[in-house]
């Protein structure tokens, strides 16, 4: 054997003892394994997902080599301890296939129903302000925004804040749920609201 040949043979080895140890790295607690098929997380510029048949982490992005393995560890318990406790599912494969599911039945019927309700509620929390003369205590817009995700933000703010300011040119004088419907149809008339992010 040549001194080439060796000196191939030796890094050969070490590359293999590398690649396996940064794999053990790259891993789960062996209990987690089963509840990992189909986990993904997004870093900035670094996609992460799970290997079933390694049972390793799979990395893609050229932020990659920024993400240790023990953040990747962290923030895959982190999403677990999440879906475990807002769901009974036994995988993210389970979980995110319920989600893609909720998200295509959310039709443009339900956006504007609940568009209804957003406005009514902008001008009824005016009214309970202004009866309690408090007015920062009901102006919650971002329970809102969180609440009605699955309507984009601006839509949600612009119909929260109408039932909010109509209420306020009427002085509180105004029945919301009887304006409500009104009020939301002129808004999403010819558009779409829903969030498909």
């Known amino acids: 054997m040549t001194f080439k040949n060796v000196l191939t043979a030796t890094l050969m080895s070490l590359i293999c003892l590398s690649t396996a140890s940064t794999a053990a790295d790259y891993s789960m607690p062996s209990e987690q394994w089963a509840f990992m098929e189909g986990y993904k997380y997004e870093y900035p510029n670094c996609n992460v997902s799970w290997?079933?048949?390694?049972?390793?982490?799979?990395?893609?992005?050229?932020?990659?080599?920024?993400?240790?393995?023990?953040?990747?560890?962290?923030?895959?318990?982190?999403?677990?301890?999440?879906?475990?406790?807002?769901?009974?599912?036994?995988?993210?494969?389970?979980?995110?296939?319920?989600?893609?599911?909720?998200?295509?039945?959310?039709?443009?019927?339900?956006?504007?129903?609940?568009?209804?309700?957003?406005?009514?509620?902008?001008?009824?929390?005016?009214?309970?302000?202004?009866?309690?003369?408090?007015?920062?205590?009901?102006?919650?817009?971002?329970?809102?925004?969180k609440k009605y995700s699955r309507i984009k933000r601006i839509p949600v703010i612009k119909l929260y804040m109408d039932g909010w300011d109509t209420a306020r040119l009427l002085n509180g004088v105004v029945n919301c749920n009887e304006l409500a419907p009104y009020r939301a149809e002129d808004y999403v008339s010819g558009i779409d609201i829903r969030n498909t992010n």
């Not at 932020?63 to 393995?69: E, G, L, Q, R």
């Not at 009974?88 to 599911?101: C, G, L, M, P, R």
């Not at 009514?120 to 102006?139: D, I, P, S, Y």
């Open 51 to 145: 290997a079933v048949k390694t049972s390793t982490f799979i990395t893609n992005g050229y932020a990659c080599d920024s993400i240790t393995p023990q953040r990747m560890q962290r923030d895959a318990l982190v999403s677990i301890d999440y879906v475990k406790k807002h769901s009974n599912v036994s995988n993210f494969k389970t979980y995110y296939s319920i989600i893609e599911y909720a998200k295509k039945t959310y039709s443009i019927y339900d956006a504007n129903q609940d568009a209804r309700i957003i406005w009514a509620t902008g001008c009824t929390n005016f009214k309970n302000g202004l009866n309690e003369g408090n007015f920062v205590k009901w102006l919650n817009l971002d329970d809102h925004i």
